[in-house]
């Protein structure tokens, strides 16, 4: 799956009934059992308007579940028992209505088949494809974000949902398309292209690899402007940072006329480390995810090209990596513009403040972002180049991929959907309280390991808090510090008030990855 935080699986059985596994972490390791417990599985062989006006209880921060809970409210408001295309389609409009942002949808209606819709910028990738039942009875219908996850299954046909469109598939029927909403645009989100995506993707009628090889391309030409003869001649070696540049970078090393080498080898069983929680395991992650070969190092110049840098951890580790290795001068080429602005269409890249190219509101210079990486010079591609890679890269010449452009607002700030005025901060309070639970969480671990450092000695004592920045700290106000008759204050008013318990969990939703390893 695209992410690491988490994994489930819902099937639905005869009469109706939904049943679910889910957890925490890697497929790998919360279906660790050989597929038991899926096989085990019967059938497989906006807050305040929920709070106050549809009355439903909402268990989490995700906005996936306040979008459930609206299309549910939605359909309840017919009054029937048993709905019909016609009322989903209805149900959809007016959850369409409240509802702003960017998302791809699947859905599965207990008793009636699967809904997929999209948002009406088509933000977010979302494909159905179809193959033969293997009864020989019937077609099967699959939805996935890329078509590799459709394609190694043995689906074929495969069809994008177009903007404001849902495909309705109802239980012994041939799928239904309905124009939920007015196309407002087609603005696929282009970091899918930068980095998300596997490069053996078609998404939206674009090639994932065609685009990368494009990007390399157009930052070669980059390149040439911005250094001097001087300084390009005396490159020795281009080698990407595994894995999303290595498609890019032979292109960058061919318009060039330079050597290309792979110098880091990267280990497999080390997965993306720029969304992990904390800073820390970041840094950590680097290092035991990328290994420098020293003798494609030792005593060269080298041009490194990466698919973006977004806070500057990994690059800044990169960097230092390819020093001890014994690189004379290190350049950093990004295939991706600085990024400037938060995501904030259902993929938490970072903070503002944690961004390297953000700095207090303002843009920071590339000469100063390559001092804090610590190369002796940055690149970045331009924002019209990186645009014209992926355009150019349209395989499919059918008509609805004339109209494509690309959502770019973690570039520059020009979202494609209307942002609410206190959007911004009240995304800030909630990745602090995000980020407090994890930090609380690999404190507790520490103490079950016995390897606490003094850090976490303060948070398990006095919990956290969050700082302007964002940053996660040890809570050190007189409130947390202070005791009464030998008890924290704070846990007191926490009975007192009947704040439920930290390790609580929703009696209905039983998750694996909440318990440890017996």
Known sequence: HRGQ????????ASGGKIYQVKGNGLVSEVFNDNGSRINQLPGYALKHF??????????????????????????????KARVNDKDIVEALQRMYGRCVGGWACVAMLAGYGLIGFRDSYAIRPLIM?????????????MFASE??????????DFKDILP???????????????????????????????????????????????SRKNMGTRLADKIKRVMTPKEISDIDVIIPIPETSVTSAPCVAAVLKKKFVQGFVKNRYVFRTFIMPGQTQRKQGVKRKLNAMNEEFAGKNVLLIDDSIVRGTTAREIVAMAR??????????????????????????????????????????????????????????????LKTACSEAVVSKSAPY??????????????????????????????????????????????????????????????????????????????????????N????????EGTPPKDRMDISLHNYRDFPAS
């Open 5 to 12: 935080d988490a994994v489930g699986i819902a099937t639905c």
């Open 50 to 79: 929920l709070d106050f006006e549809a009355h439903r209880h909402i268990n989490t921060e995700s906005d996936s579940e306040l979008m459930l809970n609206i299309f549910a409210n939605e359909l309840n408001e017919t009054g």
């Open 129 to 141: 494809g179809s193959r033969p039942s293997s009864n020989g009875k019937g077609t099967d219908y």
């Open 147 to 156: 078509s590799i996850a459709l394609k190694q299954l043995g689906f074929r």
């Open 164 to 210: 404001g469109q849902a495909i309705i598939i109802k239980k012994g029927f041939t799928p239904v398309a309905y124009q939920i909403q007015e196309p407002k645009r087609y603005a696929v989100d282009i970091f899918e292209f930068c980095y998300f995506a596997r490069p053996d993707s078609i998404i939206d009628g674009i090639s994932v690899n065609v």
């Open 324 to 385: 001890e290795a014994g690189a004379k001068k290190v350049y950093f080429a990004s295939c991706a513009p600085p990024v400037t602005h938060a995501h904030i269409y259902g993929i938490d890249l970072a903070s503002p403040n944690e961004l390297v190219a953000h700095d207090h509101g303002q843009n920071r210079a590339i000469e100063e972002i390559a001092r804090y990486i610590g190369a002796d010079r940055v690149i970045f591609q331009d924002l019209q180049d």
């Open 402 to 487: 004339e109209q494509l452009d690309f959502e770019v607002g973690v570039f520059c700030g020009d979202y494609v959907t209307p942002v609410d005025e206190g959007y911004f901060q009240h995304l800030e309070e909630v990745r602090g309280e995000s980020r407090k639970l994890k930090v609380l969480e690999k404190a507790r671990q520490a103490v079950a390991n016995g390897s606490l450092n003094q850090e976490e000695v303060d948070i398990v004592a006095n919990g956290v808090k969050v700082t302007a920045n964002g940053d996660v700290v040890p809570a050190t106000s007189s409130y947390e510090h202070s005791h009464t008759n030998g008890e």
């Open 489 to 496: 204050k704070r846990r007191r008013r926490s009975r007192e």
